[in-house]
């Protein structure tokens, strides 16, 4: 059973009551205080944008168009800046939902950079119904592996985000490097920041990639965390308080 909060729905549509900004080719192409949030997945929202905040020129039509059940989907190519990104749009020309009526779905990664008022937003847009607390603690947290203890602490930082399971951040002289050597791996939270390091287990001969991992600057909502790793719970043994805690199926950092 989940032991903690579920996540919104698929198919829910709401205002954005933030500013968003998207920026390609050097350009703001749209700017727009009129954006729907729209769960396309349980894990995080989608902005539609409407088709009339956009500048001029930017969105040039490629002529193609599909149906889907919000409505009849059509293609377009984003022109910036001397850039030009195929596909990168998709307007609802025909919204079963009149709220989506006339606007503009970008793909994420093909532009430049997404603004909320004046700050810059990573990976995906954050959802509104997702909490990260960061809260000091005096559990006892043990990190087992295959019988091997990998941490022990009883300073640890709890992060409770909505649809993950506890994360328990430790201080680095609580971890035993023995059988970790760090990764080339990086990966980027919306609510976090960007990983500054991951690190893999090897032990027996048998590798377990990337358990563990740590945000060197986080986000100001997260400071706490700075510099401190966490093993995944799916991946590794946690006893809390002399509780055994049963692995989780989620797989997010």
């Not at 990168?88 to 939902?97: G, T």
Request: proline share 7%; charged share 25%.
């Amino acid at each position: 059973m989940r032991d903690y909060p579920a996540l919104a729905g698929v198919s829910r549509v709401e205002s954005v009551p933030r500013r968003i900004r998207v920026l390609f080719g050097g350009q703001t192409i749209v700017d727009t205080t009129a954006a729907k949030y729209v769960w396309e997945v349980p894990v995080y929202p989608a902005y539609y944008l409407p088709k009339s905040d956009f500048a001029d020129g930017v969105l040039i039509a490629d002529g193609t168009s599909h149906p889907s059940r919000r409505g009849k989907v059509e293609s377009f190519t984003v022109q910036a800046g001397g850039r030009t990104a195929n596909g990168a749009a998709r307007i609802l020309s025909e919204a079963v939902d009149p709220q989506l009526a006339e606007t503009v779905r970008l793909d994420w990664a093909a532009m430049d950079a997404w603004l909320e008022e004046d700050e810059q937003v990573f990976v995906h847009p954050r959802d509104p119904y997702t909490r990260v607390d960061a809260l000091r603690s005096t559990r006892h947290v043990r990190v087992e592996l295959d019988g091997t203890v990998l941490a022990d602490s009883r300073s640890p930082v709890l992060v409770f985000e909505t649809g993950l399971p506890t994360r328990y951040y430790l201080n680095r002289t609580d971890i035993d490097f023995t059988h970790l050597t760090p990764s080339s791996t990086v990966t980027a939270c919306p609510y976090k920041g960007t990983t500054g390091g991951y690190w893999t287990a090897t032990m027996g001969g048998r590798s377990y990639p990337d358990i563990a991992w740590t945000y060197t600057f986080p986000t100001r909502e997260l400071l706490p965390i700075a510099g401190l790793i966490a093993f995944y719970n799916e991946k590794v043994d946690l006893v809390i308080d002399g509780q055994r805690i049963e692995r989780p199926k989620t797989h997010f950092s």
